[in-house]
């Protein structure tokens, strides 16, 4: 299928695409997570409607990530933080793998806004 081309003759679902592999790198390099969101946020408004629903799920991934690993390093003294800094890497995994997937069809992300998969 032919993919819509952006002003900066950009394959516009190419754009996606390397937030997931960018968010996927930030599990062991932690600064292509902020690069990602960067791109998600700069990517969103000028995309189509569809894209913007992956940006959207994107840009929340990033911050209900951040959310969770801060809370994880708060409670590592307690034990429970590796629980919980061990499920958002399963989770950032998950929400990335299934993005792609839909992303491959060429399809609206179904959820959005969704806090879990």
Request: overall charge neutral; some cysteine; hydrophobic content about 50%.
């Amino acid at each position: 299928m032919n993919e819509p081309i952006n002003e900066q003759g950009t394959d516009s679902s190419s754009m996606v695409k390397l937030v997931y592999i960018l968010y996927l790198a930030s599990i062991v390099v932690g600064l292509t997570g902020l690069i990602g969101v960067i791109v998600a946020y700069v990517n969103k408004n000028e995309s189509a409607p569809w894209l913007q629903s992956h940006y959207q799920f994107q840009i929340r991934t990033f911050w209900i990530g951040v959310l969770f690993t801060f809370i994880g390093i708060l409670t590592t003294f307690i034990l429970i933080g590796f629980l919980i800094l061990f499920f958002v890497v399963i989770w950032m995994i998950i929400r990335c793998v299934k993005g792609l997937q839909t992303l491959d069809k060429q399809q609206a992300h179904p959820n959005p806004t969704t806090w879990l998969f």
